[in-house]
């Protein structure tokens, strides 16, 4: 499928409060050409949200058109600075990339998440980054 890239874009200095999702990068498991890089996430606060970190390659509503296919964007250079706060589910940080074009240069630094019923957790898939400063729930770069 032939699509457009998504570059240089930054989220900064943002609250989400009791929101579906926070910091979500979605693609649609299909074939694509397209792309997003140099995406910057910083000093955000997480109130209460159901996905605070989120990348989903997989995403195929209802399985409709697109079970058993994967993702043809290619998800490069992601920087998430200074996030804190709740998450409203177990899994605060979840990145579920492409088998195909895994997420690349994905990189936290100084993320504090928690859950007020369980320790939180994270959900690695397909996925290569870094780690700085404190990040918690404990990782799975």
């Not at 140099?38 to 209460?48: L, T």
């Not at 706060?85 to 993320?111: D, M, R």
């Amino acid at each position: 499928m032939e699509e457009e890239g998504v570059q240089n874009v930054t989220v900064k200095n943002t609250v989400f409060k009791g929101t579906q999702n926070g910091l979500r990068i979605k693609s649609w498991a299909r074939p694509s050409n397209g792309f997003v890089k140099g995406v910057q996430f910083i000093d955000i606060v997480m109130q209460n949200v159901q996905n605070p970190i989120i990348i989903d390659q997989n995403y195929c509503p209802h399985n409709l058109n697109c079970p058993g296919q994967v993702s043809g964007v290619k998800i490069n250079d992601v920087l998430y600075q200074n996030i804190r706060g709740t998450s409203a589910t177990p899994v605060a940080i979840k990145f579920e990339c492409s088998t195909k074009y895994p997420c690349k240069g994905i990189k936290l630094q100084n993320v504090n998440l928690t859950n007020l019923k369980k320790v939180a957790q994270s959900s690695c898939a397909n996925v290569i980054g870094t780690t700085m400063g404190l990040v918690k729930p404990d990782n799975c770069l």
